[in-house]
């Protein structure tokens, strides 16, 4: 923990020696999650070490949400900082309800004495503490003094006695009704100075609205029973409902109120904010119970899915009824924390995780895996595992003590298989994240019998093969430890059973389907019998990392909108071309098209094919640099703007929206680096799409400037100009992304070889470090690399020939066989072949297996005698390297063949 704090504690030096070197007179400081999005570390456990640090007056907390950290740079002087508002501590405050805010304090701000608003939305969505912000707001600049009273009255709650309702709001005189037995003021009285708050107003009924207009326009008005008492009142009007305003609300009155502000439903919210709510409430339950709670990852995937149909209010009360029902346990178990399951909820709560398969991507980024949340009055951290430095064993075990646990619990079979069809996903992705730094092969042999290891080798070569995709070494490393476990598993006669089968084969049927090939080849080795719930599980490794799908879908979308006939189409279609995206749509504008007929079919194409991730506008002038902000605020899409369009602009939004950039992201790049678009243009394009067969990428961890350096030495030191081979620049600043873009390249492009400065640990790609480059003997690799891709571009030519010359051998076969019988000469032989030599040996080895299966004669090799007596070691090590092809086509070749293979190999 020591070293993490001295990192955190650097890092967030860092970010604020960068703002005040930016010229700022303060100093905003870093949340948790910017610092842990910036050091890729979980953002509970930043936020307990910046605690941590709080305590031990290291750093300066800004209160707000988020809390803000920050560190002294003035040598013991305390620096300047922004005063939050009271609007800052609003979840939420920064995306969906920020244009409420804006209008929130619009209202206040006002002169001379604000603006009457009324604010819209359904059940507890927050209507009165919202309101009750507003009046803080205005206490905190001055437009109030903070002895302003702010007097809160419920319309519904006298609403079936209009008298007494009326009685309440205005007052009244004695005698006025029964029981009206002295003069009585009214709430608006109590409110003069200050701000009144209606909640329910439409239960007022029409002649209470009409006396409320007539306060709002002159100022003045009666108690009910005395027209002739004309009382002053200096108020404020806020009002909200539930109800569509022209349905319940007289014109004269709503018009009377200039300002209207909706409060979103909290399914309209992003599921970040629900998230920070459902934390939020759980510490507020801490607070009150003085306990820590400590919450499954089940009941947090439940509480930010499940239909809560009456909002933000009814979300707090199922969370404070689930930590009654905990408290319980806890008490009558004597135990020091209080332990929240989803089993502790009602029914409408726990259905809430029948939805989670079809947002697992999301869901996990928010939790950050399947690890328990513990919550204290003023914060929440991971609940951590203590660590072990030795591989991890078998998720089996796991699997069961999860089942174990759950019948104590005395959940019923079926529940438990649904509990238990999550569960088993998270606890693979818990298992293969142990190999996320690599495991060193020879710890690995120690434990995994080398056959095993072969076998997996084996595998991932023809998985490669045949998914078309590239595995980071994680997969190879958990495979051969989790295939030992299910080999002893099965022959100790254990059950393997495996939940999420039915899933696994609908969703990766490729996958499956080869996995039940592997199956196959261990039932074979072993003399086992291998269940499909076992290939289940061996498909889920083949399936890890699945980034390319999970990237696609929640991107930001680009709408290019500009006018003229084809302007648009024209820029979209070049960016398809070069950034191969799918997120790009397009819209002409002729300059006789009616601006509102454009609005409407803009605001069409944005709302078909928002992605849920926000969207950019890029438009070039007129009444279209408008339309982002209103089809926003109609629609609730997060939309920004970009104007002064071109071709360059949109490739790099493209791009950089592929990569996971947000919409914010991206307007700030762009806006900050349109001066250099000029000088990346080519290295984008370039980059974008590969125009030769074989890649080299260059890598770096940050942005792509180091991996351009990179590129270009690669390029001066191995000659690369005719060749047909181009080096591709590439970050690893996000390693799922990176093979995301990696296993799109690998489809179409054959990549030799990755260079740079750090490891990503993809297999069967050999990686070579950037100090390569400086040191002759280590080029030495690099350049075998490059030749060996140039053979390739030759043999691929002859294969192609051979395909219309010799029909009676399937070639891709050969291929293959050939390719890994020249891997065994030069490993056994320590030598290196000439071109020449290789196209003489593919032609001369396809005709010789032809003949010999048609039982043809080969002809004598008469330098046989003189060979055998210098020879005979080259000669067994030949032999040995061509059974493979001997055997796949069940035959067996004359010595005198094996004696002219050799001669062709050795160019004798």
């Keep these: 923990m020591k070293k993490s704090e001295a990192a955190i504690l650097e890092y967030l030096k860092k970010v604020c020696t960068e703002q005040k070197a930016q010229g700022r007179d303060d100093v905003t400081g870093c949340c948790a999650g910017d610092i842990a999005g910036g050091m890729g570390l979980q953002r509970t456990n930043v936020s307990a070490v910046l605690n941590q640090l709080y305590d031990a007056g290291k750093v300066i907390k800004i209160k707000g949400k988020p809390v803000l950290y920050a560190v002294d740079l003035n040598s013991g002087k305390q620096p300047q900082y922004h005063e939050r508002n009271n609007f800052d501590m609003l979840i939420g405050g920064s995306h969906s309800l920020q244009k409420c805010i804006q209008r929130a304090k619009a209202a206040i701000l006002y002169p001379p004495h604000g603006l009457h608003t009324l604010i819209l939305g359904p059940t507890g969505v927050g209507k009165t503490m919202f309101a009750e912000m507003m009046y803080n707001f205005a206490v905190e600049n001055g437009v109030y003094s903070p002895s302003a009273p702010f007097v809160s009255f419920n319309c519904a709650d006298y609403a079936n006695n209009p008298q007494l309702l009326l009685a309440h709001l205005f007052g009244c005189k004695k005698g006025t009704f029964t029981g009206a037995d002295k003069d009585r003021p009214g709430i608006v009285e109590r409110a003069d100075g200050g701000v009144l708050f209606l909640d329910e107003v439409h239960r007022l009924p029409p002649e209470g609205q009409e006396m409320l207009f007539y306060l709002i326009d002159k100022g003045i008005y009666s108690p009910l029973g005395d027209v002739d008492n004309k009382k002053k009142s200096e108020v404020l009007i806020i009002c909200a409902t539930t109800e569509e305003i022209d349905s319940s609300l007289l014109i004269t009155f709503t018009r009377r109120i200039p300002m209207n502000i909706s409060l979103p439903a909290l399914k309209d919210r992003t599921m970040e904010e629900r998230f920070e709510l459902v934390c939020e409430f759980f510490k507020i339950e801490s607070r009150r119970v003085g306990k820590e709670i400590i919450v499954s990852t089940n009941t947090l995937r439940c509480l930010v899915l499940y239909h809560c149909s009456g909002n933000v209010g009814q979300l707090k009360s199922d969370i404070q009824l689930g930590c009654a029902n905990a408290f319980l346990k806890c008490v009558s178990r004597g135990k020091k924390s209080i332990e929240v399951h989803n089993t502790d909820f009602a029914n409408h709560v726990r259905q809430g995780l029948l939805l989670y398969k079809n947002r697992a991507e999301l869901v996990d980024r928010l939790l950050k895996g399947?690890?328990?949340?513990?919550?204290?009055?003023?914060?929440?951290?991971?609940?951590?595992?203590?660590?072990?430095?030795?591989?991890?064993?078998?998720?089996?075990?796991?699997?069961?003590?999860?089942?174990?646990?759950?019948?104590?619990?005395?959940?019923?079979?079926?529940?438990?298989?649904?509990?238990?069809?999550?569960?088993?996903?998270?606890?693979?992705?818990?298992?293969?994240?142990?190999?996320?730094?690599?495991?060193?092969?020879?710890?690995?042999?120690?434990?995994?019998?080398?056959?095993?290891?072969?076998?997996?080798?084996?595998?991932?070569?023809?998985?490669?093969?045949?998914?078309?995709?590239?595995?980071?070494?994680?997969?190879?490393?958990?495979?051969?430890l989790h295939i030992q476990s299910s080999i002893e598993r099965i022959k100790q006669g254990k059950k393997i059973i495996n939940h999420n089968i039915k899933d696994i084969i609908e969703k990766q049927p490729e996958e499956y389907a080869v996995a039940l090939h592997f199956a196959e080849m261990i039932e074979y080795k072993y003399d086992i019998r291998v269940p499909a719930d076992e290939a289940g599980f061996i498909a889920m490794f083949l399936a890890v990392d699945e980034t390319a799908a999970e990237i696609l879908q929640r991107k930001p979308i680009i709408v290019v909108a500009t006018h003229g006939k084809s302007t648009a189409s024209s820029m979209v279609e070049v960016a398809l071309k070069l950034a191969g995206s799918d997120n790009l749509f397009a819209y002409d504008m002729p300059l006789d098209k009616n601006p509102k007929v454009a609005y409407e079919e803009i605001k069409d194409i944005l709302v078909k094919n928002h992605q849920g991730a926000g969207a950019l506008l890029l438009v070039d002038m007129g009444a279209l640099n408008l339309f982002g902000e209103l089809i926003s605020e109609e629609t609730g899409i997060d939309i920004q703007v970009l104007d002064m369009v071109s071709t360059l602009i949109v490739i790099?939004?493209?791009?950089?929206?592929?990569?996971?950039?947000?919409?914010?992201e991206i307007c700030e790049d762009i806006k900050n680096n349109q001066s250099l678009f000029a000088n990346y243009a080519a290295s984008i394009t370039r980059t974008l799409v590969p125009e030769k067969d074989h890649i080299i990428i260059s890598l770096c961890t940050t942005g792509e400037g180091s991996a351009m350096k990179i590129k270009t030495r690669l390029e001066d030191k191995l000659n690369l100009t005719d060749k047909n081979i181009q080096v591709v620049p590439m970050s690893v600043n996000n390693k799922k992304q990176f093979l995301a873009k990696i296993n799109k390249l690998s489809k179409e492009k054959k990549i030799i070889a990755l260079v740079g400065t750090f490891n990503p640990d993809i297999y069967d790609i050999p990686f070579i470090p950037v100090s390569a480059l400086f040191e002759d003997e280590n080029l030495q690799q690099l350049q075998g690399a490059v030749e060996k891709a140039e053979l390739e571009d030759v043999y691929g030519q002859v294969f192609a020939a051979m395909k219309s010359e010799l029909k009676e051998i399937d070639i891709e076969v050969y291929r293959q066989l050939f390719g890994d019988f020249i891997?065994?000469?030069?490993?056994?032989?320590?030598?290196?072949?000439?071109?020449?030599?290789?196209?003489?040996?593919?032609?001369?080895?396809?005709?010789?297996?032809?003949?010999?299966?048609?039982?043809?004669?080969?002809?004598?090799?008469?330098?046989?005698?003189?060979?055998?007596?210098?020879?005979?070691?080259?000669?067994?090590?030949?032999?040995?390297?061509?059974?493979?092809?001997?055997?796949?086509?069940?035959?067996?070749?004359?010595?005198?063949?094996?004696?002219?293979?050799?001669?062709?190999?050795m160019s004798i």
């Design 370 to 480: 399947d690890a328990k949340l513990c919550f204290k009055p003023n914060r929440a951290e991971e609940v951590v595992e203590p660590d072990d430095d030795s591989l991890p064993q078998n998720f089996y075990e796991n699997i069961e003590k999860r089942i174990q646990e759950l019948q104590e619990q005395g959940i019923d079979e079926q529940d438990i298989r649904f509990i238990m069809s999550f569960d088993i996903e998270n606890y693979f992705k818990k298992f293969i994240h142990n190999f996320e730094q690599g495991v060193n092969k020879d710890e690995l042999s120690k434990v995994v019998d080398n056959d095993i290891i072969l076998i997996v080798e084996n595998l991932l070569k023809f998985a490669g093969e045949k998914l078309r995709k590239l595995f980071p070494a994680k997969v190879f490393y958990g495979l051969c």
């Design 652 to 664: 790099e939004c493209a791009r950089k929206a592929f990569t996971g950039s947000t919409v914010y």
């Design 823 to 905: 891997k065994a000469i030069q490993e056994n032989l320590q030598i290196t072949f000439k071109p020449e030599a290789v196209v003489g040996l593919i032609m001369h080895l396809a005709c010789a297996i032809n003949r010999t299966r048609q039982h043809g004669l080969c002809p004598p090799c008469f330098s046989k005698a003189e060979l055998k007596q210098k020879y005979t070691y080259e000669f067994f090590c030949i032999k040995k390297s061509i059974k493979k092809i001997e055997d796949f086509y069940e035959i067996d070749f004359a010595e005198d063949e094996i004696w002219y293979i050799f001669r062709i190999i």
